[in-house]
């Protein structure tokens, strides 16, 4: 998962960079990317959703 957001996230600035007309998409690959990131902490910060430890 962390491979596919820094993907998004790479495609992102590569894209601005190429064609900055495309302003719009890029914006939501990167709201994208940002987002799944976002939520990859909330999963990993709270043991409510997945229990630590060795169970």
């Given amino acids: ?3 596919t957001i820094l993907i998004l996230l790479a495609i992102s600035i590569l894209l601005i960079l190429i064609k900055p007309e495309k302003e719009k998409l890029v914006f939501s690959i990167f ?6 990131n976002y939520f990859m902490y909330l ?3 709270f043991d ?4 630590s430890g060795n169970w």
């Fill in 1 to 3: 998962m962390e491979f």
């Fill in 31 to 36: 709201l994208i990317g940002a987002c799944l």
């Fill in 43 to 45: 999963i990993a910060s």
């Fill in 48 to 51: 409510s959703i997945i229990p």
